[in-house]
């Protein structure tokens, strides 16, 4: 799916939405849109009324009892809301396989015409209105997350008049002329149409994001995790949100009820003890029957020494964890990390990965390239990857970027930033910790966001990271890979690649199709970095290929081991018993 920046026009507004559903502690909601706390209210009534498992199949004649006259209207009205400057035709066009009408429709005296609209996958039949110049509100998809959420088209009444609309909720929209070949959906820009009445000509399509079918989802939308949130400090992750050398990160859950928490650390050798009150986030996934609210905490363990090993436990109230231990970085020529592709919070993943820390016990960090679970806004699947991955979690840094998982449909991955703190040291304000860059040793890791972030939009500040790197090794880490058999991602080629020539990156590590794929080492003639794709999880696809001099395996679970020495870097990739698929190595000379 060709990638744009989304969060221009769907990812801040939903953001705010979704931080009040069900992601994150809010102080205000967004004023165009009473939906989120209209929702929730009705959710934790549910709870109250101890009636989760009737919405296992519930329908939405069902459903509309549990809401008041004043929650109906908001559901009715708040969804999608934009202003025009004179009367106007409203085409709501909706998938003709979704179970049930959403009830407004009919209500709001929508009349359904007998003409479709189409593109490859879907059939959305026409409901048609007449609005006069003024507001125009609309109403939710639906209560069952159908995917293929309704789109609209506008066209004035009189052709002859300008039409203007102005957005109102979300607060940016796209307003294109209707055609063949139009968007649909910001999250697959493939998908476009293939046909549509005559009479739409002279209309404008308003797109949309399929994300948006989860913001009043009912129907068999409770879910239950495996991990509830105790009282005592668990799933532990280290990043890095400064320099390795003289810092790092550690975050950890505790249930609600857990009122603060400390970190007690020292150097090793040394009986000084130093102590840092941790900072509280409180997560919200209502959705989550056993365990909707639970709290996360996060130190900045700062001002350390380079190449020092330092001790520290978890202090929540009366309770202490074990002592853990790390080791800063020496900032020496000599390291080893590994990384994973997609993940998609696979237990086996964590079963084996005991095994590849056997084989190779020096791994400093570790590295993911996105896809970390199948749906990032769900919390139980977060629950699902850090118990199966705790002994990596537990005991060595975690650097990632994001993949289409991990945001899920174009909503914004606010999840994943509630989990995992990097650096602030990306291209826009809005996405921080997302795209970002640091240094371990003698190497510069440019970590990507392909998936929020348009490639475009952050040619500039790739180029100037780049530019301004001293380090002998270059690496890129994103989710989409450019180069293999089934790649579309031409945008990635034309604006970065040119910029990785340039700058002399080393390698690029991918993920996003579940088998293992390389490009031909370097050669002293070209400047062309290795791209290296693999996958953490299942294998899927088939008719895997590689052209000469590539490698191509069709196999899953997969690890893959690098170990810097100096000027040359050693690649190693291996299967789930440990069998070597690939190595290769690079040799850089100044």
């Known amino acids: 799916m060709k990638n744009k920046a989304l ?346 990965f005991p095994r590849w820390k056997q084989m190779f016990p020096n791994a400093k960090f570790y590295l993911q390239v996105g896809d970390l679970v199948n749906t990032g806004l769900y919390r139980d699947h977060w629950d699902q990857l850090l118990h199966a991955g705790r002994l990596l979690f537990d005991h060595s840094p975690f650097m990632a970027v994001p993949g289409n998982h991990d945001s899920q449909e174009g909503l914004f991955p606010a999840m994943y930033l509630n989990y995992l703190k990097y650096p602030h040291n990306g291209p826009h304000k809005e996405t921080k910790g997302l795209s970002y860059h640091f240094v371990y040793g003698n190497t510069l890791f440019l970590m990507l966001d392909a998936v929020t972030i348009s490639v475009e939009d952050q040619k500039q500040w790739v180029e100037y990271v780049l530019k301004a790197s001293v380090e002998r090794f270059k690496i890129a880490v994103f989710h989409f890979p450019p180069h293999t058999s089934e790649s579309t991602y031409t945008d990635i080629i034309q604006v970065w690649e040119p910029l990785f020539r340039k700058y002399k990156v080393d390698l690029v590590l991918n993920g996003h199709f579940h088998y293992y794929h390389r490009t031909a080492p370097k050669s002293t003639s070209s400047d062309s970095p290795v791209y290296v794709m693999s996958v953490g999880t299942k294998k899927k696809g088939e008719n895997v290929k590689a052209k000469t001099g590539e490698v191509a395996v069709h196999q899953g679970y997969l690890y893959q081991h690098v170990k810097i020495n100096g000027e040359t870097l050693y690649f190693t990739s291996v299967d789930s018993l440990g069998t070597k698929i690939d190595e290769f190595e690079l040799i850089k000379i100044d």
């Open 7 to 352: 969060y221009q026009y769907f990812f801040i507004p939903l953001l705010t939405w979704w931080c009040l559903f069900v992601l994150m502690s809010c102080s205000s909601q967004p004023k165009e849109s009473r939906i989120p706390a209209v929702m929730e209210q009705t959710i934790r009534q549910i709870y109250q009324r101890q009636e989760v498992d009737l919405f296992k199949d519930i329908s939405q004649e069902e459903i509309l009892p549990y809401f008041n006259a004043d929650g109906l209207r908001v559901l009715a009205n708040d969804y999608w809301g934009f202003e025009v400057n004179s009367d106007v035709e409203v085409f709501v066009c909706r998938d003709v396989q979704q179970k049930e009408v959403p009830f407004w429709l009919v209500q709001d005296d929508f009349h359904k015409t007998t003409d479709t609209v189409r593109n490859e996958n879907v059939n959305y039949e026409v409901w048609r209105k007449v609005f006069q110049k003024g507001k125009v509100q609309l109403g939710i998809n639906g209560f069952d997350r159908h995917r293929y959420v309704y789109f609209v088209v506008v066209k004035a009444l009189d052709n002859k008049k300008s039409l203007q609309i102005t957005p109102i909720w979300p607060k940016e929209q796209d307003v294109n002329p209707v055609k063949i070949g139009s968007v649909i959906y910001h999250d697959w820009e493939e998908l476009t149409l293939t046909a549509l009445p005559d009479y739409f000509e002279g209309g404008y399509i308003l797109p949309t994001i399929r994300g948006r079918s989860r913001e009043a989802h009912l129907i068999g939308a409770f879910r239950h995790t495996d991990y509830p949130a105790t009282s005592q400090p668990d799933q532990l992750i280290r990043t890095w949100t400064g320099d390795p050398k003289t810092s790092l990160d550690i975050s950890w859950r505790t249930g609600i009820e857990v009122a603060s928490c400390s970190v007690a650390y020292w150097q090793q050798g040394l009986q000084d003890t130093m102590t840092v009150q941790a900072n509280e986030m409180v997560i919200h996934d209502v959705l989550l029957a056993n365990d909707p609210d639970i709290k996360r905490f996060q130190v900045s363990l700062t001002s350390l020494k380079a190449g020092t090993t330092y001790g520290f436990r978890i202090l929540s109230g009366v309770t202490e964890s074990p002592a853990y231990t790390f080791t800063t970085d020496s900032g020496d020529d000599n390291f080893e990390f590994g990384w994973f592709g997609d993940i998609h919070n696979d237990g086996r993943w964590g079963h084996l």
